[in-house]
T-cell receptor, first 111, second 111 residues
Framework: DVKVTQSSRYLVKRTGEKVFLECVQDMDHENMFWYRQDPGLGLRLIYFSYDVKMKEKGDIPEGYSVSREKKERFSLILESASTNQTSMYLC??????????FGQGTRLTVV | RKEVEQDPGPFNVPEGATVAFNCTYSNSASQSFFWYRQDCRKEPKLLMSVYSSGNEDGRFTAQLNRASQYISLLIRDSKLSDSATYLCAVRDENRDDKIIFGKGTRLHILP
């Protein structure tokens, strides 16, 4: 079974803190994605990566950055957390031509 | 027209009934289609892929109508455990091969 693991289920951070969300997949997938999910807005793509050290902006990249130093790991970074970044963050991975597999999600609260 | 559109519901359906959802997509060049199930506060999980010829998995049937640009999900003999949000997803090779998700349709099965 494909396993996508996110480092934390719940996080509480203060406004202005730098926040790291980690995601690791064990199926040697090329493609990895970060989404956020908010009520009424659905899944929105923040960043994605199709290869090591490669990254592309999704639909809502502002306030975020990413890092992919190794194929299995894709990190989402909030440079200076703000309250409007309180959300559920979901990491996903897939190979070309396959469906996406999701991590369990990180519920981030910024206070 | 939104890229991937679903009726948000909720659909309140008595146990044992048949229920169907549609999902429309805007890009006629889209290549692959999926239905995901998401339980409350959990990650989306693949329910089934949607093939051109349609496919069935137990009580679930998925169909694709390319001419009208929609996919459908039919659930027969609904169970209480079918209560969830159902997300449709569309992969578009012409848009960086991203998978675009609908906002989901909420289904409540009533005892």
């Amino acid at each position: 079974d494909v396993k996508v693991t996110q480092s934390s289920r719940y996080l509480v951070k203060r406004t202005g803190e730098k926040v790291f969300l980690e995601c690791v997949q064990d199926m040697d997938h090329e493609n990895m994605f970060w989404y956020r999910q908010d009520p009424g807005l659905g899944l929105r793509l923040i960043y994605f990566s199709y290869d090591v050290k490669m990254k592309e902006k999704g639909d809502i990249p502002e306030g975020y950055s990413v890092s992919r130093e190794k194929k299995e790991r894709f990190s989402l970074i909030l440079e200076s957390a703000s309250t409007n970044q309180t959300s559920m963050y979901l990491c996903a991975s897939r190979d070309r031509n396959t469906e996406a597999f999701f991590g369990q999600g990180t519920r981030l609260t910024v206070v | 027209r939104k890229e991937v559109e679903q009726d948000p519901g909720p659909f309140n359906v008595p146990e044992g009934a048949t229920v169907a959802f549609n999902c429309t997509y805007s890009n006629s060049a889209s290549q692959s289609f999926f239905w995901y199930r998401q339980d409350c506060r959990k990650e989306p999980k693949l329910l089934m892929s949607v093939y051109s010829s349609g496919n069935e998995d137990g009580r679930f049937t998925a169909q694709l109508n390319r001419a009208s640009q929609y996919i459908s999900l039919l659930i027969r003999d609904s169970k209480l455990s079918d209560s969830a949000t159902y997300l449709c997803a569309v992969r578009d090779e012409n848009r960086d091969d991203k998978i675009i998700f609908g906002k989901g349709t909420r289904l409540h099965i009533l005892p």
